[in-house]
């Protein structure tokens, strides 16, 4: 009898989460008033029904695309937000259910993605919220450019730390 | 490796970082004196310069990440492919993988590569030409001048100059075809041709063939990876996002877009938060049946519980399948996320092959929350450890034996006159012939009295050898039975049968562990032999240790008795077991090869391998060695008679 075979085939659940996540970020770019977002889930979900992280970052790309659109244009800031929230989710969980059909094989478990997604949507959301309450409390008149280098200083001490 | 540990469980902060966090600390300074006091914030000039290109060097860094991360910089570990046996080689892979260029580095190696696939051909070739009628002083000529073949491709693979036009190696070019490799493959395909190898699979020489590894991954040992622990850098994409957004935003001034950027920073601090994986786990393994017959399936449950008190979020776990055998439904594999106190249960089938075969540490794949650090460890298991699968002979199988025999009485028709059945000559009378064989026929026709003699029966001693050395450890697929496990379940047969024919018989093997069972007769010695075939250590696996040819002959003919007479049972993978074989012949043991065909055709490397063994299969036949080529699917009965038409007696 000859051996199972072992593709990389990606769990159900893997894919389900991925398309949600795209979901969630192409609707909070519509809201902001970006269509261009639209296109990347089915391309980030192709990338990962074929295991490709390049064809995942294509997808994931068009969705930040509409992000930043979003972003630009002056859209809600809620809608800019939920946008990038789902924008980094369809990456994390589309190349985590990427790594798993790559480690695991047939044996990927959706149990194992969904309370990954679950511990990453909790982070990403209170950051997103926090950082919210941060903008509306520094958009009483400090200049524009102090905003911006603080965060910027922050994002450069976490990212130097983090690589 | 417990250094390794500890050496990677820190991080290390380098120059470049320290900077990049002073410059971030600065950058937050600057910021917080212009919340203070807005009237700064305008006029002060140099501030904005250097905020710009912060930005520029931020949207830069992004790309970067980006680009190096999807080039196939990702750091998460690729584990072996533990559903196949990896204690089979395929005889011609590695020809194959040279001329696929999968092995070389660089041009130049791909080349040497080639060279070498060359001379290995050209060897063939000219012993092809010496056995189709070319004299040994016109080879070289031949070879240079191309006269052995009509396809040109094929004799430029050895001669200087290239036989393809401008165009022809434009178009190869174009289709990323080496012009040296396609001569190769014409090359094969006219040897195999030349020496009349029909019936091939691959026989279009501009077709590269079946693949001849399995291209999802790699095939090896769980013992064979690292413990470690690692960054996967998955959030790089993440990262670079994040500074894209940032660095943007502050270039073009839209607060909303380096506000979307925050979000990034989340799953990217939830690393330095969070703890590094160590899952404390139990695991138990159970086997539906633990002594299998050949062939069985055995369903393996593993139970894989969390006994620490926090909570495992990312566990990938894989069972250590023992390297001799196939998964056969079912994953070893199981990925799980468990609550302390929770437990996962998972089950695979594999199939039970001869031997003794112990399970491996199984391999845990831990991740901490977020994925972004992952650690690799190997794991003890409790319950049952090891499948152990003894062979049991049915059929009345035997391998012809020679006329070589010892004194004692037995079944093998010898050339001896003397009391027997079967008629042999007639001598003149001497005082003390038994009445009975004198023949009285001729004394009534008045002549001398004369005494019938008839051929007498004598048991042979037969030694049965087994070539176990690593380089045996063939098979024609990576699916299909290898060589040792064919030889073993004949030699068990024929052990048997020859026992049961009053011969003596003994057991020995060429490997790099000792093994050795004299002749003997009886029943008890069945016992002892069947033993030894199922589990001595010398059949099992591909041995670590090295196989040193000069000893074991020595040892072999200290032991070997004077009129024992061999049958080896081997692939002849390499030219070795021909050289054994011809001097153990040499040295007055008749010798008959039992040869199990692992040799495919469905690629050129493996062709070029299989065209290897028929060779040293004539040149044994030179040797005046017998020879039974038993090909694949075939049982060795019809092996036997097909090759004993062709022996002289």
């Known amino acids: 009898m000859v051996a199972v075979t072992v593709e990389r085939v990606p769990s159900r659940a893997g894919l389900v989460l991925t398309g949600l996540a795209g979901l969630v970020a192409a609707a909070g770019a519509l809201l902001g008033g970006s269509v261009a977002a639209l296109a990347g889930v089915p391309v980030a979900i192709l990338g990962v029904y074929r295991t490709s992280r390049p064809v995942l970052a294509v997808g994931v790309a068009l969705l930040f695309v509409g992000v930043m659109l979003a972003g630009l244009q002056d859209g809600a800031p809620v809608a800019v937000l939920v946008a990038m929230v789902g924008t980094v989710l369809a990456w994390d969980v589309g190349e985590n259910a990427i790594s798993m059909a790559g480690q695991l094989r047939t044996g990927a478990s959706g149990r194992a993605e969904v309370v990954h997604?679950?511990?990453?949507?909790?982070?990403?959301?209170?950051?997103?919220?926090?950082?919210?309450?941060?903008?509306?409390?520094?958009?009483?008149?400090?200049?524009?450019?102090?905003l911006s280098l603080l965060v910027f200083g922050t994002v450069l001490v976490v990212l130097s730390l983090g690589r | 490796m417990s250094d390794r540990l500890s050496e990677t469980d820190e991080i290390d902060l380098s120059g470049a970082t320290l900077?990049?966090?002073?410059?971030?600390?600065?950058?937050?300074?600057?910021?917080?004196?212009?919340?203070?006091?807005?009237?700064?914030?305008?006029?002060?000039?140099?501030?904005?310069?250097?905020?710009?290109?912060?930005?520029?060097?931020?949207?830069?860094?992004?790309?970067?990440?980006?680009?190096?991360?999807?080039?196939?910089?990702q750091g998460e570990l690729d584990p072996p492919l533990v559903e196949y046996r990896s204690t089979v080689t395929v005889p011609g892979t590695s020809i194959d993988a040279d001329l696929a260029g999968t092995t070389a580095e660089g041009a130049l190696g791909r080349y040497k590569r080639i060279g070498a696939v060359r001379e290995r051909l050209r060897a063939v070739l000219e012993d092809v030409l010496s056995r189709t009628g070319v004299p040994e002083s016109d080879r070289e000529e031949v070879v240079e001048s191309?006269?052995?073949?009509?396809?040109?491709?094929?004799?430029?693979?050895?001669?200087?100059?290239?036989?393809?036009?401008?165009?022809?190696?434009?178009?190869?070019?174009?289709t990323r075809q080496h012009p040296l490799v396609v001569q190769a493959r014409h090359a094969i395909d006219a040897v195999a041709s030349r020496l009349g190898v029909d019936g091939r699979e691959w026989t279009d020489p501009d077709d590269s063939g079946a693949r001849s590894e399995i291209d999802e991954g790699w095939v090896g040992r769980l013992s064979d990876v690292q413990r470690q622990i690692s960054?996967?850098?998955?959030?790089?994409?993440?990262?670079?996002?994040?500074?894209?957004?940032?660095?943007?935003?502050?270039?073009?001034?839209?607060?909303?877009?380096?506000?979307?950027?925050?979000?990034?920073?989340?799953?990217?601090?939830?690393?330095?938060?969070?703890?590094?994986?160590?899952?404390?786990?139990?695991?138990?393994?159970?086997?539906?049946?633990?002594?299998?017959?050949?062939?069985?399936?055995?369903?393996?449950?593993v139970t894989v519980s969390n006994v620490g008190d926090r909570m495992v979020s990312d566990l990938r776990y894989l069972d250590g399948v023992p390297p001799g055998l196939n998964v056969v439904d079912g994953s070893p594999r199981h990925g799980?996320?468990?609550?302390?106190?929770?437990?996962?249960?998972?089950?695979?089938v594999v199939e039970a092959e001869r031997g003794e075969h112990a399970f491996e540490e199984?391999?845990?794949?831990?991740?901490?929350?977020?994925?972004?650090?992952?650690?690799?460890?190997?794991?003890?298991?409790?319950?049952?450890?090891?499948?152990?699968?003894?062979?049991?002979?049915?059929?009345?199988?035997?391998?012809?034996?020679?006329?070589?025999?010892?004194?004692?009485?037995?079944?093998?028709?010898?050339?001896?006159?003397?009391?027997?059945?079967?008629?042999?000559?007639?001598?003149?009378?001497?005082?003390?012939?038994?009445?009975?064989?004198?023949?009285?026929?001729?004394?009534?026709?008045?002549?001398?009295p004369a005494t019938m003699q008839f051929r007498e029966e004598h048991a042979?001693?037969?030694?049965?050898?087994?070539?176990?050395?690593?380089?045996?450890?063939?098979?024609?697929?990576?699916?299909?039975?290898?060589?040792?496990?064919?030889?073993?379940?004949?030699?068990?047969?024929?052990?048997?049968?020859?026992?049961?024919?009053?011969?003596?018989?003994?057991?020995?093997?060429?490997?790099?562990?000792?093994?050795?069972?004299?002749?003997?007769?009886?029943?008890?010695?069945?016992?002892?032999?069947?033993?030894?075939?199922?589990?001595?250590?010398?059949?099992?696996?591909?041995?670590?240790?090295?196989?040193?040819?000069?000893?074991?002959?020595?040892?072999?003919?200290?032991?070997?008795?004077?009129?024992?007479?061999?049958?080896?049972?081997?692939?002849?993978?390499?030219?070795?077991?021909?050289?054994?074989?011809?001097?153990?012949?040499?040295?007055?043991y008749p010798m008959t090869v039992v040869s199990p065909d692992a040799t495919a055709t469905d690629t050129p490397g493996r062709t070029v391998a299989h065209l290897e063994r028929r060779l040293r299969l004539s040149r044994l036949r030179d040797a005046d060695v017998r020879v039974i080529d038993w090909r694949r699917d075939e049982p060795l009965s019809i092996a036997v008679d097909r090759a004993q038409r062709r022996w002289s007696r």
């Open chain 2, 362 to 448: 199984p391999l845990l794949i831990a991740r901490d929350v977020i994925g972004s650090v992952e650690r690799v460890e190997r794991a003890e298991t409790s319950g049952e450890s090891s499948i152990r699968c003894e062979p049991k002979p049915t059929s009345d199988l035997s391998v012809p034996v020679r006329a070589q025999t010892s004194r004692d009485v037995g079944r093998v028709v010898t050339d001896v006159g003397g009391s027997g059945l079967e008629f042999h000559s007639v001598r003149e009378y001497r005082p003390g012939d038994p009445l009975k064989r004198i023949d009285w026929n001729r004394v009534a026709r008045g002549g001398e």
């Open chain 2, 460 to 588: 042979a001693t037969v030694v049965l050898l087994l070539d176990a050395r690593g380089e045996a450890f063939v098979a024609p697929e990576r699916d299909a039975p290898n060589a040792i496990e064919r030889s073993l379940g004949a030699v068990a047969e024929v052990f048997r049968s020859r026992l049961d024919r009053d011969d003596r018989v003994g057991l020995g093997a060429l490997a790099a562990e000792d093994c050795w069972l004299p002749p003997g007769a009886g029943h008890g010695h069945w016992a002892l032999a069947r033993r030894l075939l199922a589990t001595d250590p010398a059949f099992t696996e591909g041995g670590d240790g090295n196989f040193y040819t000069l000893l074991a002959m020595r040892r072999l003919r200290k032991r070997l008795p004077k009129h024992a007479q061999l049958v080896l049972f081997s692939p002849l993978a390499d030219d070795a077991a021909v050289s054994i074989a011809r001097r153990l012949h040499a040295y007055g």
């Open chain 2, 19 to 73: 900077v990049l966090v002073g410059l971030g600390a600065l950058a937050v300074t600057i910021a917080i004196v212009f919340v203070l006091d807005p009237e700064l914030a305008p006029t002060f000039d140099p501030i904005v310069v250097v905020e710009y290109l912060m930005a520029i060097l931020g949207v830069g860094a992004a790309l970067g990440l980006g680009v190096n991360y999807l080039r196939g910089e």
């Open chain 1, 117 to 146: 997604a679950g511990a990453v949507s909790a982070v990403t959301l209170t950051v997103a919220i926090a950082g919210y309450s941060v903008f509306l409390l520094a958009s009483g008149g400090q200049p524009g450019i102090a």
């Open chain 2, 146 to 174: 191309g006269a052995w073949t009509d396809d040109s491709a094929a004799t430029g693979f050895f001669q200087s100059s290239s036989p393809f036009s401008a165009s022809d190696r434009i178009r190869m070019r174009a």
């Open chain 2, 336 to 348: 799980m996320a468990l609550r302390p106190g929770a437990s996962a249960r998972f089950a695979y």
């Open chain 2, 231 to 301: 960054e996967t850098d998955r959030l790089r994409i993440v990262t670079g996002l994040t500074l894209f957004a940032v660095g943007t935003g502050v270039l073009l001034d839209a607060g909303l877009v380096v506000l979307a950027g925050v979000v990034g920073l989340g799953p990217i601090a939830l690393r330095y938060v969070g703890p590094t994986p160590a899952p404390q786990l139990e695991i138990e393994r159970e086997l539906d049946d633990a002594e299998p017959d050949p062939d069985e399936q055995v369903r393996v449950t």
